[in-house]
């Protein structure tokens, strides 16, 4: 087997790994001014794609350009996160160098798209492919991928704790090879029912201050997530931007989601923003939680509720997930101010920042790979891959990390 590393390694976003020149495993985007894309341009026999997050599926439009058709191998989830993503990038972008693909190339997608549950092997390109619940994200997948002759699992991203929207990844199918990714590869997690209780606390304060919360999120899976937690811990919130219509689209796979009935609860505990009429400005005026996309403040509805609460010492922002480095939410973070539609505006609000992780961590990484002592392992997805997997190989694995436009055969 020879497996191509088209990006994704050595770095996190544009994940694409071209296995037997035919078969692709994930076609994203590296997020970025301008975004960056994979390197070479494939034409695959068929495409696996493991979860519906930007940096593993935004680009797979641009593979059905001219005559091209391979079919699109994914869970139905997946499929639907998809394809929110591609009609949000070409409503934001389209025409321009950030959108590598048309409307018509979208409307392909629906076209070639395979649905799989877990656990049921299929024919993709002459391999035999079968997709593993991951833990991550609903729908999302470890990849098993079998061409006669070798076994190569594609960890993709994953956790090995549970969380309330999804369960703990927990296959470990036999294989001969393993790509894994290492976002968290020196980071130890807190708890999570020890975060979820300071976040609760925290919110609650706030409210009984008088104040509001500004709750920045990620759309998928993360908003479900703080959803969930609200519900738990009898905190009644709004919820605005994408983080809308994927609560939605999550409830009707329930089988993807950990406990569906959860869920329902904590939808019906938030009021959904349709943001008619100034509706915002008159919720951020209330004493509140407002849990709404983007997650890094780059976008969404945040740009209108940060600057309505910004002013206010007793307000709140509570972000809830990792802040890449140049956007908004990480310079709010670091420097107490942030970039809004243009305009740097300093920030009286308190900010906090919670670990609300759906990565592994390093203890995570290394107790499934603890499954695969005896098989190479290739380590991409992260920020210090050839760290990571010097590490590994002092503790007696067989480790490496392809850098992009690496082959490497099995
Ligand atoms: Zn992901």
């Avoid at 991203?157 to 393993?178: C, E, G, I, Y």
């Amino acid at each position: 087997m020879d497996v191509r590393f088209l990006g994704g390694a050595r770095e996190v976003g544009r994940s694409a790994i071209l296995v037997n020149g035919s078969l692709l495993l994930d076609y994203g985007t590296l997020t970025g001014n301008p975004p960056q894309f994979p390197v070479e341009t494939p034409e695959p026999e068929a495409v696996v794609a493991s979860h519906g997050h930007l940096d593993h599926v935004g680009a797979i439009p641009s593979l059905l350009s001219g005559d091209r058709r391979p079919p699109i191998h994914w869970t139905p989830p997946t499929r639907e996160l998809a394809l929110t993503l591609a009609r949000d990038t070409l409503r934001l972008h389209g025409g321009t160098y950030d959108c590598p693909f048309t409307e018509e190339e979208v409307r392909r997608v629906t076209q070639v798209s395979e649905t799989h549950g877990y656990g049921e092997s299929f024919e993709a390109a002459g391999h035999e492919v079968t997709l593993f619940d991951a833990g991550h994200i609903p729908g999302s997948a470890h990849v098993l991928v079998d061409d006669g002759d070798t076994r190569l699992l594609y960890t993709a991203d994953f956790h090995t704790d549970d969380q309330r929207l999804v369960s703990a990844s927990t296959a470990r199918p036999d294989a001969d090879a393993v790509i894994c990714e290492s976002t968290y590869s020196d980071v130890e997690h807190e708890a999570r029912a020890a975060i979820e209780r300071r976040f609760a606390e925290s919110l609650r304060a706030t409210v009984w201050e008088g104040g509001t919360v500004v709750v920045p999120a990620f759309a998928i899976g993360r908003t479900q997530e703080i959803l969930l937690v609200c519900e738990a811990n009898d905190i009644d919130c709004y919820v605005d931007g994408m983080g809308k219509g994927v609560t939605e689209m999550l409830r009707r796979h329930p089988e993807f989601v950990r406990d569906a009935d959860a869920l329902r609860r904590a939808k019906s505990n938030a009021r959904f923003v349709d943001g008619r009429d100034g509706q915002r400005k008159r919720i951020a005026d209330q004493n509140t939680v407002i849990v709404t996309t983007s997650g890094m403040l780059s976008g969404g509805p945040a740009m209108t509720y940060v600057p309505a609460i910004r002013a206010n010492p007793t307000n709140k922002i509570a972000l809830t997930g990792y802040q890449v480095e140049g956007t908004p939410g990480r310079d709010l973070l670091e420097r107490g101010r942030a970039e809004i539609d243009g305009r740097v505006m300093p920030i009286s609000a308190r900010v906090e920042w919670y670990d609300f992780s759906a990565h592994a961590d390093r203890e995570g990484l290394l107790k499934l790979l603890s499954e695969y002592r005896d098989v190479p392992v290739f380590v991409n997805h992260g920020d210090r891959c050839e760290a990571f997997a010097a590490e590994l190989n002092g503790e007696g694995y067989r480790a490496s990390a392809p850098a992009v436009g690496e082959t490497v055969e099995i």
